[in-house]
T-cell receptor
Framework: GAGVSQSPSNKVTEKGKDVELRCDPI?????LYWYRQSLGQGLEFLIYFQGNSAPDKSGLPSDRFSAERTGGSVSTLTIQRTQQEDSAVYLCASSLSSVQETQYFGPGTRLLVL | SQQGEEDPQALSIQEGENATMNCSYKTSINNLQWYRQNSGRGLVHLILIRSNEREKHSGRLRVTLDTSKKSSSLLITASRAADTASYFCATDHTGGFKTIFGAGTRLFVKA
């Protein structure tokens, strides 16, 4: 079946603009995760959605970052007033139920803030 | 700081040799997973080992877990040029809600 998809693949924006990144998880997966990866670095956890529970937002780096998950499926990560340090690859993953399951990753969105 | 930390940061070997990567973590875990990443894009799950397991095999991969030392190792036997990638360990700790990834080991296998 279809894997996790993300759009856009690449995004170039100007400093100060808002951007929206989209993630379509695998159908039936109740858990969804967003990570950020700077060049040559490891993954930085951003936010975790599990079913109808309140999301774990503990990894969001500032109040410019927000995410929502509508209908328990598609998720959007929004970055307001982008800064150059926001440039990174944003990875989305989903798993069947919880963090104890294998996570399936999307191809990522490469964001460049000029 | 990251829960999982891999070492070495980078490893270069000849095709056919074995590659060993290590991961250390700080708090009690439910399970530990190893992932592979090519070209800075999405990660691919390799193997999951639960906290009550000590060793697991999958093809040319062998993973060990020592909960007393809070460490794990990933061994790739008979490496191939196609194994060139970054390898990450990920842990979800007891009572936690998120998976923590280390900074990864960059493996380069020379043909």
């Amino acid at each position: 079946g279809a894997g996790v998809s993300q759009s856009p693949s690449n995004k170039v924006t100007e400093k100060g603009k808002d951007v929206e990144l989209r993630c379509d998880p695998i159908s039936g997966h109740t858990a969804l995760y967003w990570y950020r990866q700077s060049l040559g670095q490891g993954l930085e956890f951003l936010i975790y959605f599990q079913g109808n529970s309140a999301p774990d937002k503990s990894g969001l780096p500032s109040d410019r970052f927000s995410a929502e998950r509508t209908g328990g499926s598609v998720s959007t990560l929004t970055i307001q007033r982008t800064q150059q340090e926001d440039s990174a690859v944003y990875l989305c993953a989903s798993s069947l139920s919880s963090v104890q399951e294998t996570q399936y990753f999307g191809p990522g969105t490469r964001l460049l803030v000029l | 700081s990251q829960q999982g930390e891999e070492d070495p940061q980078a490893l270069s070997i000849q095709e056919g040799e074995n590659a060993t990567m290590n991961c250390s973590y700080k708090t009690s875990i439910n399970n530990l997973q190893w992932y592979r990443q090519n070209s800075g894009r999405g990660l691919v799950h390799l193997i999951l080992i639960r906290s009550n397991e000590r060793e697991k095999h999958s093809g040319r991969l062998r993973v060990t877990l020592d909960t007393s030392k809070k460490s794990s190792s990933l061994l790739i036997t008979a490496s191939r040029a196609a194994d060139t990638a970054s390898y990450f360990c990920a842990t979800d700790h007891t009572g936690g809600f998120k998976t923590i990834f280390g900074a990864g080991t960059r493996l380069f296998v020379k043909a």
